[in-house]
């Protein structure tokens, strides 16, 4: 998994954090990944500035740990990031 995930146990959640070179490329970042969520219904928490988001991604309500499904998401994010320089 890409070096910008931290993993956490309680409570379970993977953090990440992106920087991009401007607002425009955030921003670009952030459809792309509105489109993953719609498609893979996984709505992690986003917070961001003009040229950061912070990620983190937490299993369902209810559930004790992360699942094979929410790396993966997070693997498709940093493949987000890849597709265009930042």
């Known amino acids: ?6 993993e956490r146990t309680k409570p379970p959640s993977l953090e990440g954090r992106y920087e991009f070179k401007d607002y ?3 921003r670009e970042f952030l459809d792309r990944a509105a489109e993953l969520s719609e498609r ?3 709505y ?13 991604i937490h299993p369902e309500e209810g559930a004790t740990e ?4 929410h ?3 997070a693997k ?3 493949n987000l990031v890849s597709e265009k320089s930042h």
Not at 1 to 6: C, E, G, I, L, T
Not at 66 to 69: D, F, G, K, S
């Open 1 to 6: 998994m890409n070096v910008h995930w931290r």
């Open 24 to 26: 425009t490329s955030l």
């Open 40 to 42: 893979e219904g996984l």
């Open 44 to 56: 992690p928490d986003l917070g961001f500035g003009k040229d950061y988001v912070n990620v983190t």
């Open 66 to 69: 992360l699942e094979t499904i």
């Open 71 to 73: 790396h993966n998401f």
């Open 76 to 78: 498709e994010l940093d």
